[in-house]
């Protein structure tokens, strides 16, 4: 990948300016540059590395370790047999980027009681695993029509403030870079969303800022209905077990997942536990926490150690008659992982609001109206709508 430009203060001009770089930020402009190999293309992430939720943490204090801590696996559903979506999963499918997860889903229905899932938005049609870890994915699916490396990756780079005059798109980085485009795509709605004011610590949405109320219809549209969406926050705790750690029966599939019905996370605070197996036959575990006491409790804390030692003992509870899972020692290593904004929640944005031509802006990701809102599916479909979009704009 090219260099990064997160330290010297400078200008950057390009042709496009990709937002975000997640899954959805990599479909686009893997099929951009299918089509546009002389346009100078740029992608601005606030992360180390490509993938956003879709995220493999690559300890640097716990050696060997890989634990998908976003999202582990992903469906795809497309009960509307759309054919653009179709194709390009095929496509995945047949480079060897994804295959089919036949992983276990249980269903914990109380501690002792184990039900296969039968009804869940995240299983429904066909789940896949990455043929690597999920950040590797994103880089797969960039790179493969990336060979002559058209796009600059900039990373660790928080962009703060954007600027549209003499229709040019100026972006401003937390560090002071600035960043010109003909041409912008937001993968993520950070920009665009109330809750940026907070992690951003400004006091007007930057989109806003830039197309000022009733100077667009769409603009405003878009941001009205993003003013009514929400975002469901979590924590993800990661659990690197000893040595000797495994199950009580011979599973040998890489992966296994434990659902928890809703009165045994409200009693446990556990959304999720999936158990990941690494290259070393050591068995990592992680824990994804969605319950908001529980998460505001932590954040307003002052050390880690108490809400450790909780994980730990909600998780021997939890599992303390199970058939399956054994007991933690409690001397465990354990890491965690604060998402600042998860799945999106209630009003998804309509995909008529994708594209506004006037302002030479596109817009793509799960918090769009579409089949996989909230989902991986949804990021894919809505980065693939729009650069059809896109490239029928640019005829």
């Known amino acids: 990948m090219s260099a990064n430009f997160k330290i010297k203060k400078s200008n950057f001009s390009y042709d496009l300016l990709i937002i975000g770089g997640g899954i959805s930020a990599c479909v686009f402009a893997s099929k951009y540059i299918q089509n546009n190999l002389t346009k100078k293309i740029a992608l601005i992430e606030v992360g180390r590395g490509l993938g956003g939720r879709s995220s493999t943490r690559i300890s640097k204090r716990f050696k060997g370790w890989k634990l998908n801590h976003g999202a582990p696996n992903f469906n795809i559903s497309n009960s509307k047999n759309n054919l653009l979506l179709k194709n390009y999963i095929n496509k995945l499918l047949e480079n060897k980027f994804i295959k089919i997860d036949d992983s276990e889903l249980i269903s914990l229905c109380d501690e002792t009681k184990l039900e296969s899932i039968k009804k869940n938005e995240f299983y429904c049609g066909n789940n896949y695993l990455s043929s690597f870890s999920m950040s590797e994915l994103s880089k797969k699916i960039i790179g493969f029509d990336n060979l002559k490396g058209k796009i600059d990756f900039i990373f660790e780079t928080l962009i703060l403030d954007l600027n549209f005059n003499n229709d040019e798109w100026t972006l401003t980085s937390k560090n002071g ?12 709605n950070l920009l665009l969303h109330k809750r940026g004011l907070k992690i951003l610590n400004i006091n007007q949405i930057p989109l806003r800022k830039a197309i000022p109320k009733n100077k667009d219809k769409n603009i405003d549209l878009l941001l009205n209905f993003l003013d009514k969406q929400s975002f469901i926050p979590r924590l993800t705790f990661l659990i690197y077990t000893n040595e000797n750690y495994g199950y009580k029966d011979f599973y040998s599939q890489k992966y296994r997942y434990f659902y928890l019905t809703k009165s045994l996370e409200n009693r446990y605070k556990f959304e999720r536990i999936i158990f990941q197996l690494q290259d070393d036959n050591k068995l990592g575990i992680v824990v994804h926490t969605k319950n908001i006491d529980f998460i505001n409790s932590y954040l307003n804390a002052e050390n ?22 054994n007991q933690l020692t409690c001397n465990e290593d354990i890491s965690i992982m604060k998402w600042r904004a998860s799945q999106p929640s209630g009003c998804g944005v309509p995909l008529s609001l994708q594209f506004i031509r006037k302002y030479r802006i596109g817009f793509c990701g799960d918090w769009f109206e579409c089949e996989g809102f909230g989902r991986v599916e949804g990021s894919i ?13 640019l005829k």
């Open 177 to 188: 870079n600035k960043f010109k485009s003909k041409y912008i795509i937001c993968t993520t």
């Open 381 to 393: 479909l809505s980065a693939l709508i729009l650069e059809e979009k896109f490239k029928k704009s």
């Open 304 to 325: 880690d150690d108490f809400y450790k030692q909780k994980i730990f003992t909600n998780f021997n509870q939890l599992f303390s008659n199970n058939s399956l899972v």
